[in-house]
């Protein structure tokens, strides 16, 4: 049986750091995190749960990540995806939007544009919820 995990963020990343940020923003608004080094990990993951959304790298090292976004969009087309990716790299984000993300930002992190996405995901599923 499939779960609604409203309170969960999804996140598939190798870079600590990023890791870090993420989890902080979590804490902050009560929210988990689990985090996938694989994507395999998570699209498994995916047909147990729905997260609240889905955070993830640009570079997965065990799937491209247009072919990523195109399992979730068969799989959980409404749940929203925030990439992550290279500085300055035009070229992936266009491929990224294209291919289903909500938005794609740039490496490294900080909280700026996710804690953006954070507050409108976070308020979003809270509504759905009711």
């Not at 609604?4 to 750091?17: Q, S």
Request: aromatic content about 6%.
């Amino acid at each position: 049986m499939r779960t609604a995990k409203r309170n969960t963020v999804y996140l598939l990343e190798e870079d600590t750091a990023v890791r870090d940020t993420v989890n902080s923003l979590c804490t902050s608004r009560q929210l988990q995190m689990q985090h996938f080094t694989c994507a395999q990990q998570l699209i498994a993951q995916l047909d147990e749960n729905q997260p609240a959304f889905l955070i993830t790298a640009y570079e997965v090292s065990d799937m491209l990540v247009t072919d990523l976004l195109a399992e979730i969009q068969q799989r959980e087309p409404s749940l929203p995806v925030i990439v992550l990716g290279e500085h300055s790299n035009v070229s992936s984000a266009v491929e990224s939007i294209r291919a289903g993300a909500l938005d794609y930002i740039e490496k490294p992190v900080y909280s700026g544009r996710l804690v953006e996405h954070f507050n409108m995901l976070v308020t979003e599923s809270s509504h759905t919820e009711s």
